[in-house]
């Protein structure tokens, strides 16, 4: 090797570019969270106007809040990174501008789009097919970009960061792509392949993960990068980083269902949910701890660097939220508090508390260097601090006073548990108007401390030159490959082998017949002997492997996709092979017609399922409320699943047939004429806006091609059945005193939530045929 | 079926396996890590450093703290 040195120029006008636009967007995202929490307490605030509604404006901010704002901030944190832990130039500039545009148009299209209603209705997973589409090429070129970088790198060793931003992206890769199938109807329209039960498991498996591998895992690698270069010592114990990772890894991704808990999910489901969210305790807090005691001796600095501060702020509210996260998945917790505010305070502790404090250390611990320039005004920067722990502590004691307030009320029984003590839902609703207040003022005080680092940033960059951190390196490094295992090194090798083998044994035990599961079990214990016996005399061999992989980037990110796979499969597989309409033993949904079809598509697009769920839990407070509980059979057929997330109003699961079409005219035209004390926004625009009847064919076939057991119908056909059902709904108005024409659209919401709750019982001779249609 | 599926009482074998295979895993990475060498171990939590980071607002102090 040649003593011969060269400077390589880091790419750092890509870190700053999402640097910028992390600030923007974050603002963006939270200007829309003050607003939609001030709807919820002033109605008047939707402006009777369709795309200010709460419903339509709600998505918008979760999307901007997760994928604009934080999303932003962790390409800026893993480009800096990266670069440097691994002595190496981003690959390619063209890809590094390909996902910068490609990302910012990304969220443009989402904010021109999901207030017009346009949406595929599953949360965290809102946004169009086409744009879909668009990010998973978007982020396959940062993947491509990020790899190339690996490959070109002159640092044979990984750093635990790197591990964590390869595991967000091939896991994000992965989710997003199974929970986005879809098959389209229109340009901005689709259904989602899976539906019912099977749509709620892989939505939750995505909405979960996406929490897990987009708004943590990424922030974890920048927590272990920059925290330590922040207090300028390095991380407490590499080995706790390692185990924190791998322990990491493998639990989360099953830990999905802990969003459908006392639901028709199957009870297995539940249970596993249920108990891998208990054993994240483990992993979450030996990292919190990890970075907290990175900090060790130099706590003196935290009192006036503002960058430590929000990273000991953030951290802290790291460990905070996963402390909530498995409280609140143990399944008696999660009767009171699902539904309520208490998830919101939970979610906020996380966004705003981790990821915006990550953020904004980051930031704040960039800009001089980015721009070498000091920074503008180090006391606005702890005033921002301030300002903003404040604001969220606020916000969050306000949502768990307001959640456990909630809880307790609609769970209230007395005389033995027969009669609700709260019979009305608007009482739960009046009774934390204050706590409702009280987020606005707390998440507003957040968002003024964001302006403060943007009048700082403005401030500091303001005719500063941005500058490019170099580094000198020898000139003909030998490739990190030395010790490189190839692809077949890394799969045929005692540690691999012997897992599988015992994987596939305990695969027959469990699920096969009475001599699979005697093989099975005799295949596993042998398996175990042989493999201990063969660690025992060969020990080195495995470790050698172990060490091997570390430092293959390729078998590395293998091994890893294995580690976040094998939950999802575990999950999802029985789902799709056995939760199917044809092995129903108890109820079956009955399909939509036509015109009911188009009243759900109106659901979804106006966002109704994030107000009213679908999903009377077998619980007796939901009973006595709201009917029989729900089973999973009749929601079979919904593409997506309704069951919602959350009870801004009641439950909807049995609503069809309980009221005339009057009354739900009224109510959508002017909710406060039938519920004194409503914050829902009125819907007029239905009343005036016309069915989409031309396109309404299109989507039959596709629900037909899903598998919703419509008859051979031509399209004149499925257009008439619509007019028919609409011109009686009409009829059946103007009897009762009210004047609506059969073509507009909250027709067509009338007809679907009077089917709501509507079921046949299955028989064994039941046939695949739409008795729903002859209704 | 489909209702066996959703109200046979073997939840506590999946709760076991789960417990099992996750303990497993935290047993073998800690393993793994506890043997890990000092000089590796110092290697890999030394890489932030390994690149130097020029802090302007840092001037005041010498140039080798600034740049850990």
Redesign the interface.
Known sequence: MSDTKITIEFNDKIVRQFLLATVVWAAVAMLVGVLIAAQLNFWQLNFNTSWLTWSRLRPLHTNAGIFAFVGNSIFAGVYYSTQRLVKARLASNFLSQFHFWGWQAIIVAAAATLPFGLTRGQEYGELIWPINVMVVIVWVAFGVNFFWTLARRREPSLYVAIWFYIATIITIAMLYIVNHLSIPTSFTHSYPVFGGVQSALVEWWYGHNAVAFFLTTPVLGIMYYFLPKAAERPVYSYRLSVVHFWSLVFVYIWAGPHHLLNTALPDWLQTLGMTFSLMLWAPSWGGMLNGLLTLRGAWDKVRTDPVLKFFAAGVTFYGMATFEGPLLAIKSVNALAHYTDWIIGHVHGGTLGWNGFMAAGMIYWLLPRLWSKPLYSTALANLHFWIGLVGILLYVSAMWTSGITQGLMLNGTSENGTILTYPNFLDTLNAVRPMMLMRVIGGGLYLIGWFLLAYNLIRTIRGAKPVNGTIEVYADVPAPSAKKLGIAGSFFNPPVLFSLFALGFGCAWMFGGDFMKIAGIVGAMLCLTLAYSHYESRGKSWEAWYDRLLVGALPFTLLTLIAVIAGGLIQIIPTLVAQQAANLEDRRQIPYTPLELAGFDLYVSDGCYLCHSQMIRTLVPDVLRYGDYSRLGESIYDHPFQWGSKRNGPDLARVGGKYPNLWHLRHLEDPRSISAGSNMPNFRWLLTDSIDLANLPRRISVQRSLGVPYPPMTDAQVVALAQAQAAAISADLRAAGATVAPDKEVIALIAYLQKLGKYEHVTHNATANAPGLAD | ????????D??V???I???SF?VS??VA??W?????RRSE?K?????????????????PKSKS?AD?
């Open positions: 079926m489909f209702q066996r599926m959703i109200l046979h073997s939840a074998l999946y709760t396996a789960a417990f996750a895993i935290f990475v800690s793994r890590a506890l043997r890990m171990i290697h890999l939590a030394d890489l932030p450093f390994a690149t130097a980071t020029p802090a302007s607002h840092d001037e703290t850990r």
